[in-house]
């Protein structure tokens, strides 16, 4: 059953995806630590931090594009379950410092001593442990996406409604982890990590090992979400964006079928967000601010929604173009990402993959129409989009 | 009052008293109706005389504010939603043809194939012998066996109404509603449309809502005459036509 799951996944342009993944998953750690500093091909480590960091931002473009390309649903919320997933990263690397932070408490984060905090919450309970800490990284997301989807898609909220909830959501959490007495380190949030399971955060050892494993993570959730829209479980997703009525009345239950993915989703966010904070080294309320969850979606508009590489592609092209203009010129970058969504939206609404898969199968179908005239048997028909 | 209740107990579908309204408008006001099993039976009507909303409650789209909606003489369809009373076997055709534009013809039958609908079992879902020999049964029913790997965005008017009449035998209803199937259809495609439905009827109940008094007497059944809100006539297509109510408030205008 697993197999047959995966195989169908495994369609050519998926295998290919994540044979780069995997290729640079090995490629980059090892241009970074084998290479002699002085060649060209050098690849500097803050370079490989940042590129994991886009790899994150990947990752939490794909789990966008499963709710909103593939089921309709446009969560504007999504970076809420990243930041929730980077905190509990977060407070397993905060419980690691141990007594070497500023105040030398061997169980409370410098904050609590700080805020004269006597006993851990009970909430911090377990994230000394990493297997806990990486459970609560897929659980929180997970439930806060299960109980937001339960009422949410039962009272059948659809819309632009909808993405409104999602976007007071994400603005709600942002004010509540703003606060102190919520004991998750306010608005600085938690950071000055020091080790991850005995290694140190900032080595570069590390930081390649962090850098292959968001590729590998990356390469995994787009095999998962290759196998579920490939799926007949994928058909009745595109049928619920396209036609949802017509699902409900072939008695197919909507509101399952969305919950279900917005909880894969939510869980690959969580997963995205963890993979990034100790390659940043900081989570801070900031990851809830709605803009964040804008640009996601402005990633996946980009890259092409409704494709599973699109959103890869867009996130990292962005995000690249963004360290460039934040860097050369600092006051144009909100201007060029406004520009560039206006652009696509106007000249390539199918975004940069979508585009290039129409141009492809409108000249197969061209081809099959000519065949046709000249009475060969065209069986070369237009597929489905992926 | 032995006669209501033989008419129910042999029935498949069994309206009683049935009214619902919206903002005050009556979109139906007192209705009742049967059908019986393996009835074909035509409903007409003017504009606004509740035949859609007739349909929104069967499918459970809409709750009546007073009445009993009976199926099969002991699911009361009112407690129901869309899903469940899909599942109990009433399919529904929209009078604007519903297909899933970007799947393929076949992709669409698949989708409305009787099988398990769960999240696990469409997951895991694959195409057995049977379901592939059904659906080529389907698509040479609804003759669209030719376009079977087209995409149903590329059919025409006529053919997505037919795709979707497929997409309801797929389904295996008992009872299938079908609202203006020929809305917009050639002369000869909705000749073929009256065949196809007699085919349909032979195996299961269908409902036909239509404004087409040419296509009803192609048909030839049992007619049902609604105006606002409840029944004005029933009986044979001459029988309701020559009836001086159905003519003042329907035919003549």
């Excluded at chain 1, 490939?230 to 409900?248: I, W």
């Excluded at chain 1, 309320?285 to 409704?306: D, Y």
């Excluded at chain 2, 033989?6 to 006001?29: H, I, M, P, Q």
């Amino acid at each position: 059953m697993i197999t047959r799951f995966v195989l169908r996944a495994l369609d050519g342009k998926i295998v290919v995806a994540i044979g780069i993944l995997l290729a640079i998953a090995l490629l980059v750690p090892a241009l970074n630590l084998l290479v002699p500093l002085e060649s060209a091909f050098h690849v500097p480590t803050y370079a490989v931090s940042l590129l994991g960091k886009y790899l994150c931002y990947a990752l939490l473009a794909l789990a966008l594009d499963l709710v909103w390309g593939y089921c309709g649903i446009l969560s504007l919320g999504h970076g809420a379950f990243f930041a929730l997933g980077g905190y509990a990263m977060g407070m397993y690397l905060m419980r690691q410092i141990g007594s070497r932070g500023v105040y030398g408490d061997p169980v409370l984060p410098d904050f609590m001593v700080f805020l004269n905090w006597r006993e851990l919450p009970w909430f911090w309970y377990g994230f000394d442990m990493f297997p806990f800490a990486m459970l609560m990284v897929l659980v929180v997301p997970g439930l806060l996406a299960f109980l937001f989807g339960w009422f949410a898609f039962r009272s059948r909220v659809n819309g632009v409604y909808l993405s409104i909830i999602t976007q007071a959501m994400t603005y709600a959490l942002m004010l509540a982890f703003f606060r102190n007495d919520m004991g998750f380190g306010g608005n600085n949030g938690l950071t000055d990590y020091k080790e991850i399971l005995g290694f140190p955060v900032q080595a570069a050892g590390t930081r390649n090992v962090l850098f292959a494993m968001s590729a590998m993570m990356l390469a995994l959730c787009l095999l998962l979400a290759s196998g579920i829209v490939r799926s007949k479980f994928g058909k009745v997703l595109v049928g619920v964006r396209d036609a949802e009525s017509r699902v409900r009345f072939l008695g197919f239950r909507v509101e399952n079928i969305k919950l279900f993915t917005f909880v894969v989703s939510a869980m690959m966010a969580g997963i995205a967000g963890a993979l990034f904070v100790p390659q940043v080294g900081i989570i801070n309320p900031g990851e809830f601010a709605p803009a964040n969850s804008i640009e996601v979606v402005v990633w996946t508009a980009v890259g092409g929604r409704g494709t599973l590489i699109g959103p890869i592609i867009g996130a990292v092209l962005v995000n690249a173009g963004k360290s460039y203009f934040t860097g050369a010129f600092p006051e144009f970058w909100l201007y060029a990402l406004g520009g560039l969504f206006i652009a696509v939206t106007l000249f390539l609404p199918k975004g940069i993959v979508g585009t290039i898969q129409q141009g492809w199968s409108g000249r197969k179908a061209m081809k099959a129409a000519e065949d046709a005239e000249k009475g060969r048997d065209a069986d070369v028909l237009p597929q489905a989009a992926e | 009052m032995t006669t209501v209740s033989e008419t129910r107990a042999k029935s498949l579908l069994y309206l009683d008293n049935v009214s619902v309204a919206f903002d005050g408008f009556k979109a139906l006001n007192g209705l009742s109706f049967v059908v019986e099993p393996g009835e074909l039976r035509a409903i007409i009507g003017p504009n606004g005389a509740g035949k859609t909303t007739m349909m929104d409650i069967i499918t459970g789209k809409t709750r009546p504010d007073t009445g009993r909606v009976l199926f099969e003489d002991s699911v009361d369809l009112t407690k129901k939603d869309e899903a469940d009373i899909a599942q109990l076997g009433i399919g529904r055709k929209f009078q604007k043809p519903t297909v899933f534009e970007s799947h393929t013809v076949w992709d669409n039958l698949e989708l409305a194939l009787n099988r398990s609908r769960g999240v696990f079992a469409t997951l895991f879902y694959r195409l057995t012998p049977e379901d592939r020999d059904r659906i080529e049964e389907i698509l040479s029913t609804i003759r669209l066996t030719h376009r079977r790997q087209e995409l149903a965005a590329n059919l025409s008017h006529g053919q997505k109404q037919w795709l979707e009449i497929g997409m309801l035998l797929a389904q295996e209803p008992k009872l299938l509603l079908v609202d203006e199937p020929v809305a917009g259809m050639t002369d000869a495609e909705t000749a073929e449309t009256a065949i196809l439905l007699r085919e349909i009827a032979k195996t299961r109940s269908v409902v036909v809502v239509e404004h087409d008094m040419g296509f009803i007497r192609d048909l030839g059944v049992k007619v049902t005459c609604l105006t606002e809100g409840s029944v004005l006539a029933e009986g044979s297509i001459d029988f309701v036509s020559n009836n001086p109510k159905v003519i003042e408030n329907y035919l003549g205008r």
